[in-house]
């Protein structure tokens, strides 16, 4: 669909890019999103468009910055219930109460809360922590392809007892 899009485009197109590269390659689909970001953005007849991504780490990592001409970035509004003014990052990580307002404001979202929507939608808890420990290690660098293959330490050790 957008080679599609992109080849019809004109300055008075609206283009909507919803969620783009979901459930695709983890490298491949953020760089093609970036680049059709950029490339839009620098083209003398640029259409509107409108994108969503839950590519976060596109920012984290300044691929993908907030001062291309022409793009200005919203996200969606919370309100955080951390039962703790102290406001610190380990609290808002916790998501200990989020309210989402339905509503955006301009600036880039800085996380995700898909781990908390998962706790709150009676996803099993240990499903939950191995995420929240693979989120942790992706925020560190490690490779998550690996980091998914090994075996966390019960599931070695029942495979280690039925072979003996």
Do not use: W
């Amino acid at each position: 669909q957008m080679p599609k899009c992109l080849s019809l485009l004109t300055q008075r197109s609206l283009l909507l890019i919803d969620e783009f590269g979901k459930g695709t390659d983890v490298l491949d689909s953020p760089a093609i999103f970036v680049a059709i970001v950029s490339v839009l953005a620098h083209t003398g007849a640029c259409p509107r468009v409108i994108s969503c991504t839950h590519f976060h780490g596109l920012f984290k990592t300044k691929i993908l910055t907030t001062r291309i001409p022409g793009v200005i970035h919203y996200a969606t509004e919370i309100l955080l219930d951390s039962r703790d003014t102290s406001s610190s990052e380990d609290v808002i990580k916790e998501n200990t109460g989020i309210t989402f307002l339905y509503s955006i404001k301009e600036g880039i979202s800085k996380q995700s809360f898909a781990i908390y929507c998962a706790t709150i939608c009676g996803i099993k808890p240990a499903i939950v922590k191995r995420a929240k420990q693979l989120g942790m290690l992706i925020d560190e660098g490690y490779d998550i392809a690996e980091q998914c293959e090994r075996l966390t330490d019960g599931r070695a050790h029942a495979i280690s007892n039925k072979s003996r």
